[in-house]
């Protein structure tokens, strides 16, 4: 069975024209493997990993969920492990194509345009529950306090997407998917749905 672990919840906030701004970080454990999602940009990683038990040199991947830096500065603390997108796996300067799951795991990746064009989610089933890491296909700023319906998550914010429409058709897409959401910027949220 696969194991999700957040190891830091991310931040967002602005002061005037600047973000301030570090990914969530998750870890995902499957079988052998060891998978970093988003290892974001803020300093500690180490120890907060060390505080789950969590060693850089086990990782094996790292999944970039989309190319802003502030979700993948901190990939270079993964010196053992290849570096995955939506598309690709990259080792070295060699680039091969990926299907639709994580490679020799059960997780599958879901391309979430939107926010970027490139943006790519993942869903994962863990102790009975299917969790999507969502990256910034839903976040919202330090303090906001979300609805956990899926019609109150469809409506969440995001004046930084290149294309709203895209990104709501993104959402709706894995909504109905998921039990569980970790954003890319805030805290994971169980998805409320009403009694059948």
């Not at 999944?63 to 997108?85: Q, R």
């Not at 070295?92 to 020799?104: N, S």
Request: net charge negative.
């Amino acid at each position: 069975m696969d194991e999700v672990l957040v190891i830091r919840n991310g931040h967002a906030r602005r002061s005037g024209s600047t973000w301030y701004a570090s990914s969530t970080v998750t870890v995902v454990r499957s079988g052998r493997k060891t998978l970093v999602v988003d290892p974001g940009c803020s300093g500690n990683l180490e120890d907060q990993l060390g505080k789950a038990s969590v060693w850089p040199e086990e990782v094996g991947m790292v999944f970039i969920t989309h190319g802003h830096p502030d979700h993948y500065l901190n990939v270079s603390l993964f010196k053992e492990a290849v570096i995955l997108d939506g598309t690709y796996i990259y080792e070295e300067d060699r680039q091969t194509p990926l299907g639709g799951m994580v490679p020799g795991t059960g997780i599958r990746i879901v391309q979430t345009p939107g926010h970027t064009p490139d943006h790519a989610s993942l869903l994962v089933e863990s102790a009975g529950l299917r969790h999507l890491i969502a990256g910034d296909l839903f976040w919202w700023e330090d303090g906001a306090l979300p609805g956990s319906t899926p019609e109150a998550l469809l409506g969440l914010p995001d004046e930084t997407a290149l294309d709203p429409s895209i990104l709501k058709g993104s959402r709706e897409s894995v909504l109905n998917d998921a039990d569980l959401l970790i954003p890319g910027h805030g805290q994971m949220v169980r998805i409320a749905r009403p009694s059948q």
